[in-house]
């Protein structure tokens, strides 16, 4: 009972680390099937042909890359307006600015169908078309929170003596901000792009509502599990799952090294 009380953390640690990867697991391993119907649900014989040709199904790839795509510009449109709003919350005092923090963070306590029918609303009486570019503002407004609140948590930590030393020195405003502050708020930046690229590209809801034809990846992964899910889907998932993966190691290893050449 006490090694038991000593590793309790660690055993409650690992059980959790297992619940999580234990789905990404089965979709490894169905990956490798070769279902005999239309639906990759239960394991039939290991084959390698779906990693073979993964955009061998129509418009999955398709798909992928438009997700990809809009992903990527809503992580720069979001972390541009995260940073500088980030930054003027920290730095500068002015009226209804405690409004204006509850109104960015609003996102993150509403439900995603009531920010998605609320957009689709806005849309439709606007009269504009559903597609890429309303999908691509609603991602990036949903994904602006998230920013905000890595990029504020970093910028609040930050020694104001150092920009102080660095003035003290003539660098002017932009070169202080060059060499000292931005280095410094980039690992809260960082994180907050990779928060937001994984949020937009995994969206379906908000995106659901607000896509009109237009057909990301998950809606396509929602839409054939209705007929049939492929093996290709449970290939390019694995992939993305290895991508994160060697993200998160690199980043380790990067910061590893940051450290040891700082002591």
């Not at 570019?133 to 920013?147: E, K, R």
Request: net charge positive; glycine share 6%.
């Amino acid at each position: 009972m006490s090694w038991l009380r000593r590793n309790l953390v660690v055993i409650a640690g690992l059980i959790t680390l297992a619940f999580l990867i234990l789905p990404n697991l089965v979709v490894l391993v169905f990956s490798f099937n070769k279902p005999k119907g239309r639906f990759n649900y239960a394991w039939q014989e290991f084959s390698l042909d779906a990693w073979r040709d993964p955009c061998g199904v129509a418009d999955l790839c398709g798909s992928l890359a438009l997700s990809l795509q809009i992903a990527a510009w809503a992580t720069l449109g979001a972390t541009v307006l995260g940073v500088m709003a980030a930054f003027a919350l920290v730095r500068y005092r002015f009226r209804a600015r405690s409004t204006v923090s509850a109104l960015i963070f609003l996102p993150m306590a509403m439900p995603e169908v009531v920010m998605a029918a609320s957009l689709l609303t806005l849309f439709l009486n606007m009269g504009v078309q559903l597609g890429f570019w309303t999908i691509l503002i609603a991602h990036i407004m949903f994904c602006l929170s998230f920013v905000v609140t890595a990029v504020k948590a970093r910028v609040m930590s930050m020694d104001p003596r150092l920009e102080q030393a660095a003035q003290d020195l003539y660098a002017g405003p932009v070169q202080t901000f060059l060499r000292v502050t931005l280095p410094i708020a980039a690992p809260g930046i960082a994180a907050g792009a990779l928060l937001a690229f994984a949020l937009s590209f995994d969206d379906f809801i908000i995106t659901n509502f607000n896509a009109g034809s237009t057909v990301t990846f998950p809606m396509y992964v929602w839409g054939s599990a209705q007929r049939g899910t492929p093996v290709q889907i449970n290939v390019i998932g694995t992939a993305m799952f290895a991508v994160a993966i060697l993200l998160v190691l690199a980043g380790m290893l990067i910061g590893n090294r940051r450290k040891k050449q700082a002591r």
